[in-house]
């Protein structure tokens, strides 16, 4: 019997039970180019019954964390949640019905047709009316800087409405705990995945956001990410930056000195030979650290290419399984 192409739409929940009954109930149980449309909810240590409402709504799939861990890590237990249940593909959606769940196909229909795997929903940033100008302008920002450190065209970096291939779930790894939207994107970019990027609706606020607690904070919290990003992914670029820049600075200084001294009036021009001896020494261990980071980076990505592996040939020894069950 051959196995039809399965859709598992994962929603990491907090304390939804209020709004995720709407969320569920906007979301299709056929899509085109799937035989299987099933939906998967990662409830992250709610106190509300969150787990009771998604299966008297009749959610195929609950995983619950015994506390509150995260939502990059309920997005990455419901990607592998997902790839156990047999997922061809994973669609991830909020679950304060936010995004405009008929516009799902949009979503899937570039990595069935091969032309993506990873895909990604754009928001009509401008014409959202409970954001604020100072939000709307935060937001394309953002963008721009993922841009630039994932090398993609992504255009709304921090949109949750997004889809995944098999291989790509498969390939993802997430190591913040506040939130995966940037991070996935600089590493499929790392990873050279095809990415693609498609129009989509929203609908009426329902909440605040709950990720989006102070503007500062947010503000606050998605640089610290994003350089630490660039310290895993783009390590020898990152160190080899701040050594160069620190390096300039201290030749600088040096060279201020040196012009002082031959004018006769090196004595009272000490600090700066001070400083640009620190400033020189600091670029010059940081270049050292930037060789040993690029090392340290290659030996990650072997790690994660034998993860890939052993993901892979567990999926393929559990489909074999399951054919073999009468």
Not at 153 to 179: H, K, W
Not at 215 to 224: A, C, E, K, L, T
Not at 254 to 275: D, E, K
């Amino acid at each position: 019997m051959t196995k039809g192409r399965k859709l598992i739409i994962q929603i990491p929940c907090l304390n939804e039970a209020e709004t995720l009954a709407l969320a569920l109930k906007e979301l299709p149980r056929e899509v085109e180019g799937f035989d299987v449309v099933e939906f998967l909810v990662i409830d992250d240590g709610s106190t509300d019954g969150t787990a009771e409402t998604a299966r008297q709504c009749g959610v195929e799939h609950v995983v619950r964390h015994c506390t509150n861990m995260g939502l990059a890590r309920a997005f990455m237990t419901g990607l592998r949640a997902a790839l156990a249940a047999g997922a061809d593909v994973i669609v991830n959606t909020d679950a304060d019905n936010q995004y405009c769940a008929a516009d799902i196909p949009k979503l899937t229909a570039p990595i069935l047709s091969g032309e993506a795997e990873y895909v990604i929903g754009t928001r009509p940033i401008s014409e959202i009316r409970h954001f604020s100008p100072v939000k709307k302008l935060l937001q394309k920002f953002g963008s721009l800087m993922v841009r630039k450190f994932s090398g993609t065209d992504v255009e709304d970096a921090p949109s949750g409405f997004r889809a995944l291939s098999r291989d790509a779930a498969m390939r993802i790894n997430v190591f913040s705990d506040y939130t995966y939207t940037l991070e996935t994107i600089i590493q499929a970019g790392s990873k050279n995945m095809k990415i693609r990027c498609v129009p989509i609706r929203v609908n009426k606020d329902l909440r605040p956001s709950r990720l989006v607690k102070s503007i500062p904070r947010y503000v606050q919290r998605s640089v610290f990410t994003m350089i630490r990003i660039a310290v895993i992914y783009r390590p020898f670029r990152f160190f080899m930056i701040c050594g160069l820049g620190s390096f300039s600075v201290g030749v600088l200084l040096g060279c201020r000195f040196l012009w002082f001294f031959l004018q006769g009036a090196g004595q009272g021009m000490v600090q700066s030979l001070i400083l640009a001896s620190l400033f020189l020494l600091a670029g010059f261990f940081s270049c050292i650290v930037a060789f040993i980071a690029d090392l340290l980076s290659v030996n990650r990505m072997l790690l994660e290419e034998i993860q890939y592996s052993v993901r892979a040939r567990n999926l393929l020894q559990e489909q074999q399984d399951e054919q073999k069950i009468p």
